[in-house]
C-alpha cells in the first residue's frame, strides 16, 4: 500500500524586532486539506531530516529558533495508520516507536527555542510534534486537538504519555489520553489554551504573522511563558487511582491500550524523558501486535468507507426538498424535526392529533437550540432561524407541499399503516414517505398503498442528535428516488446512511434484541441475574444486557422481542419474567450515583424470574451470546439484509456503541472461531482484522 509522503518545507524567516532568522518547517503532503497530513516512515523520514539539519544549524549559530506548522487548516493528522495494520513483527513495531521518538525529541532539545504554530487540526502524533517542541500558538478556529489513540487500540507513542502530563497535570492528561478518546471528544481552541496545552491563542487571518511576531517576543525576553508547576506524588497518584477505579468498572479489562497507557503515566513524574520515550516504544509495539489494534485499525477504515454507502442511487434521482413534513409531535419526532432544520434550508412542518401534543413537540425544538446556545455551540441568530423553519400543526393538509413525509407514530403496524393511507389522499403521487420504525416490516405498512413504491425506511437512533448512524431500508417495490432521497437527508445531516433490506428489525435492533434476549433466557432457566448480566463484559461492550434494556425501556424491548418472534421465530423466545415487569412498571436498573460505570441490575428483578432449574455461569451465557450472534449474522447475510459482514459491524458501531477493538462484531466472531464452528465460513480473510499469522 502506498504511503501519501509527506514532505517536510523549510524558509528562512527574519522575525521582527531584529530577532534573528527562524527556520521555518512546513508539513504538506500536496494534498488539499481533505487528504490530512499523515505521518508514515517516508515522512518521518523527510521530517527527520530537515529537523536535525535545524539543529545544525541551531548549532552553528545560522538560526536562533525553529518552528513547524502545517499546510491550511492541517498541522498534522498523525501516524498512518494504513502503514502500521501492515507491520508484521515485533521489531517493525518497536522501530516506529523508536524512529518518531529519535525524530521528534530533537524540537525539544536543540540550542535553540522551538515553536509549534498550530494552524490546523493536530490528532495523534500530529499533536505530539507540537508536544515535542518548547512552545506552541494556536490558531483560534481549530476545533480538532486529540490524542485518539487508546482508542484505536494503542497509547500515544511519540512523547504523548511523558510530555502531556507535565503539561497539563496528571488529571487532564488522563482525560485526554484515556476519556475523551472513548467519548470521542477533541479539544477546542479555548479549552486547550486554558488547560495549558497552548500557550497562546491568535486569530486564523494572519496566523503566521502574529505567531512569527509572538515568537520573537519570546526571542528577545519581551514575553516570559510561564507554566504550571508539576504535579505532587500525592496528586499523581490520587489521579491514577481514579482513573483505574475507572477504567475498573468501564472497560474491565476488554481492551488493553487504556490500561497500558495508564500504566505510562504511573511511571510518575521522576522518570527521565529516556526512562519514559523507552517505556513507550515496548507499549506501542506490544499493542500493536495485538488482535484488539488490528480490529480497530479494520473499523477505523470501515467507519471512514462507510460515508460513501454502499448500494445508494446516483444522488441525481433525489428528489429536492421544498419542505419536509414530520408526522407526531412525540420526543422522537421533535428530535428528527430540529435535526434536521439544523441542515436543511426547508420548512419542517411537525403534525400531531391535537394542539397540546404539537405544543410539546415545538417546545422540545426550542429548548433544544437554546441549550446548543448556551453552550456556546449556536449563536442567538442561527437559532432563531433554524427554529423559524419548525412548524407544528394539527392540520393534515399542511403536508401538501413536502416533499418528503416521515412518520415517528408510535410503534404500532395499524397505526402506521392508517397514516400512510391518510397521507396519500391529500399529497403528489410524487412525495416521498419515510417511516421511523425500529422493527416493524416495511414491505406490510405500504402493501395496501396506490403507490408503494415511494416508501422508504430511514430508521434514526436515540438520541438523534448524537447517534451517528441511520439506517436506510429499502423494500422490494422501493423506487431508486426514494432510496436516493434517503441517502441524501442522511448526508446532509452528516450521519452515515448503512442499507438495510427489509427484514424485522434490519440490522442494528435485530442483533442488540436477540443478544439481550439470550441473556434473559438464560435468567428464565436459572441462571443467577448478576451472573446473567456481567457475562458479556469481556466484550467490551457501552453497557451491560439489562442496562441496555432500562436504556430502551423494558415496555419498548418487550413490544420489540414480540414483534421479532412473531416474523422470525423462538430463537427469540418469550420471557414471562419481563412481560411481569412490564406489567408492574418495575425499573430494570438501580441508578446509584457513588458507583461508576453503567448502572447495574437490580435485585428486586430476582422476583420476576424463577423456576428454571438450569444455571449458568458467565462463560455459558457468553458462548450462548455469541453462539446466537454467529448464527443470526449467517442468516442475515443469507437473506440479503445487510450487503456484507462489513456493513453489519459499521451498523454496531454506530448505532450501538460497540467498540472498534471487536471490528463491529465480526472480527471477533472470525477470531474466536465462531464462525467457522456455526457457518462453516470465515466472514474476513485472516489477517484482514486480525495479527497476520507468522
Not at 531584529?18 to 518547517?25: C, D, E, Q, S
Not at 482513573?243 to 468501564?250: C, E, V
Not at 497507557?261 to 529516556?274: F, N, Q, T, V
Not at 403507490?451 to 434514526?460: K, L
Amino acid at each position: 500500500m502506498n504511503e501519501v509522503i509527506t514532505y517536510a518545507h523549510t524558509r528562512d524567516i527574519n522575525l521582527p524586532g531584529n530577532a534573528g532568522t527562524l527556520a521555518l518547517i512546513t508539513l504538506d503532503n500536496g494534498k488539499d486539506h481533505t487528504k490530512p497530513t499523515t505521518l508514515g516512515v517516508q515522512g518521518m523520514r523527510n521530517i527527520h531530516d530537515a529537523v536535525n539539519t535545524a539543529r545544525t544549524r541551531a548549532s552553528n549559530g545560522e538560526i536562533v529558533a525553529v518552528a513547524i506548522t502545517g499546510k491550511p487548516y492541517v498541522f498534522a493528522a498523525g501516524a498512518d495508520l494504513k502503514g502500521v495494520s501492515l507491520v508484521a513483527t515485533h521489531d517493525e513495531a518497536r522501530a516506529l516507536g523508536t524512529n518518531g521518538h529519535n525524530t521528534l525529541r530533537i524540537l525539544g532539545e536543540m540550542t535553540v527555542p522551538t515553536f509549534a504554530f498550530i494552524n490546523g487540526a493536530a490528532l495523534g502524533g500530529g499533536l505530539e510534534v507540537a508536544l515535542n517542541c518548547t512552545h506552541r500558538t494556536l490558531s483560534t478556529d481549530v476545533n480538532a486537538l486529540a490524542l485518539p489513540e487508546t482508542g484505536l487500540g494503542l497509547i500515544p507513542g511519540w512523547g504523548g504519555t511523558y510530555l502531556l502530563p507535565r503539561l497539563v497535570g496528571i488529571e487532564h492528561a488522563i482525560s485526554i489520553i484515556i476519556d475523551h478518546p472513548a467519548r470521542n471528544r477533541r479539544l477546542r481552541a479555548k479549552e486547550a489554551h486554558t488547560l495549558g496545552l497552548v500557550d497562546v491563542l491568535l486569530e486564523p487571518a494572519d496566523f503566521l504573522e502574529q505567531s512569527l511576531a509572538w515568537a520573537a517576543q519570546v526571542i528577545t525576553g519581551d514575553i516570559t511563558v510561564s507554566r504550571r508547576p508539576l504535579d505532587n506524588d500525592e496528586q499523581w497518584a490520587a489521579a491514577l487511582s481514579r482513573g483505574f477505579a475507572q477504567l475498573d468498572a468501564t472497560v474491565n479489562h476488554a481492551r488493553p491500550a487504556p490500561y497500558r497507557a495508564l500504566e505510562l503515566l504511573a511511571l510518575g513524574p521522576h522518570i527521565s524523558r529516556d526512562e519514559g520515550f523507552t517505556a513507550e516504544d515496548d507499549a506501542l509495539a506490544d499493542l500493536i501486535m495485538t488482535d484488539e489494534f488490528r480490529a480497530s485499525i479494520y473499523a477505523f477504515h470501515a467507519v471512514n468507507a462507510a460515508k460513501r454507502p454502499k448500494g445508494a442511487p446516483d444522488s441525481a434521482h433525489a428528489v429536492p426538498l421544498t419542505g419536509v413534513g414530520i408526522v407526531g409531535a412525540g420526543l422522537m419526532a421533535a428530535q428528527i424535526a430540529v435535526t434536521i432544520a439544523q441542515r436543511v434550508d426547508a420548512p419542517i412542518i411537525m403534525r400531531d392529533l391535537d394542539e397540546e401534543k404539537v405544543a410539546h413537540g415545538m417546545e422540545h425544538v426550542h429548548s433544544t437550540l437554546d441549550k446548543l446556545v448556551q453552550q456556546g455551540r449556536l449563536s442567538e441568530q442561527r437559532a432563531r432561524t433554524i427554529g423559524q423553519r419548525v412548524t407544528g400543526t394539527t392540520d393534515i393538509t399542511q403536508f401538501t407541499s413536502c416533499s418528503l413525509i416521515i412518520e415517528a407514530v408510535t410503534e404500532i403496524m395499524s397505526v402506521k399503516k392508517q397514516v400512510f393511507a391518510e397521507l396519500e389522499h391529500i399529497v403528489s403521487p410524487q412525495t416521498i414517505f419515510a417511516t421511523n420504525t425500529s422493527a416493524l416490516s416495511i414491505t406490510q405498512m405500504s402493501a395496501h398503498l396506490k403507490h408503494p413504491e415511494r416508501v422508504v425506511g430511514i430508521h434514526f437512533f436515540n438520541p438523534v442528535a448524537k447517534m451517528p448512524l441511520v439506517e436506510v431500508i429499502s423494500t422490494p417495490t422501493t423506487s431508486k428516488e426514494a432510496l436516493a432521497t434517503a441517502f441524501a437527508l442522511v448526508k446532509d445531516l452528516r450521519k452515515t446512511a448503512i442499507l438495510a433490506h427489509d427484514r424485522p428489525g434490519f440490522i442494528v435492533n435485530r442483533l442488540l434484541v436477540l443478544l439481550m434476549g439470550t441473556v434473559i433466557k438464560a435468567v428464565e432457566q436459572g441462571t443467577d441475574l448478576h451472573v446473567a448480566d456481567q457475562a458479556l463484559t469481556p466484550l467490551g461492550l457501552p453497557m451491560p444486557p439489562f442496562a441496555l434494556f432500562d436504556l430502551v425501556g423494558p415496555a419498548v424491548g418487550l413490544h420489540v422481542l414480540t414483534s421479532l418472534r412473531e416474523e422470525l421465530g423462538d430463537r427469540f423466545a418469550r420471557s414471562p419474567g419481563l412481560e411481569r415487569i412490564v406489567a408492574d412498571g418495575t425499573r430494570v436498573v438501580d441508578n446509584d450515583p457513588s458507583r461508576l460505570g453503567p448502572p447495574h441490575v437490580s435485585d428486586r428483578l430476582t422476583t420476576y424470574f424463577g423456576g428454571g432449574d438450569h444455571p449458568r455461569h458467565e462463560q455459558e451465557v457468553l458462548d450462548l451470546v455469541l453462539t446466537a450472534l454467529t448464527k443470526e449474522i449467517g442468516m442475515m447475510l443469507d437473506e440479503g439484509v445487510a450487503q456484507d459482514a462489513t456493513d453489519i459491524d459499521v451498523a454496531m458501531i454506530l448505532g450501538a456503541g460497540w467498540p472498534f477493538a471487536l471490528g463491529g462484531i465480526t472480527p471477533y466472531l472470525d477470531r474466536t472461531g465462531y464462525t467457522e464452528r456455526y457457518l462453516g465460513r470465515r466472514l474476513h480473510e485472516p489477517g484482514v482484522a486480525s495479527v497476520p499469522s507468522s
